[in-house]
């Protein structure tokens, strides 16, 4: 059993938290109001969880999910997660983010913001490129042929081991996109982004049903990414 700390307990941090329970991991959730307003999902969740502050998710977890707004990267606490795999769940909305300059001009990607920012941690870039209900209705069992695959990037090959390794153990199999640096590929209005898994008609929101992806399709799709100063 490992112990996975989640900064940030959304739609997507509290979907993983309860694949995870169920993988037979515990969890530590966090948000930004304190660890009393999580009281409903810690109950939910049953004995594998515990709420904390982000502090305590970053320094009790063994791998750490980041899935907050990427506005607030630069909170995420640094000195607690040296060493560790962190897992960056982050997309770039600049209506809700504000303009990041080195988003904006391309010359960084967002997990390697967030990778600057943990100068000694092991950034794996994954998760953000699927809606949380899909990420739920899709997960299946090891071996199970109607399985999905989820792409993960990351510089540390040992970390994406360890991410390839959980996103396994909560009912999907992982294609490694290569470096950080190539997590563009499957972010915000690429081919390989949120309706990838979606078998709704096109622009249906919020999303009904889901669509089982494998690997040959997933790499259809990262091959297709464009930079956005190239659309």
Sequence with gaps: MTTIGFIG???IGSTLARLAVHAGHAVVVSNSRGPETLVDLVAELGDGARAGTPQEAAAEGEIVV??????????????????????DTNNYYPQRDGHIAEL????TTVSELLQAHLPESHVVKAFNNINFKMLHD???PHGDPERSVLAIAGDDAGAKKVVAS??????????????????????????????????DPPGTWPPQSSRRVDEAFL???LSR???YRDM
């Design 225 to 227: 990414a464009v930079r």
């Design 138 to 140: 899709l997960a299946r």
């Design 9 to 11: 307990a959304g739609h």
């Design 104 to 107: 904006d001009d391309e010359s």
């Design 166 to 199: 959980f996103v396994d153990d909560i009912g999907y199999d992982a294609h490694d996109v290569g470096p950080l640096a190539e997590g563009w590929r499957y972010q915000r209005d690429e081919p390989a982004y949120a309706d990838l898994y979606s078998a």
């Design 219 to 221: 790499v259809e799709q």
């Design 66 to 87: 980041v899935t907050i707004p990427l506005k607030s990267y630069r909170e995420v606490p640094v000195e607690p997660l040296r060493g560790k795999v962190v897992i």
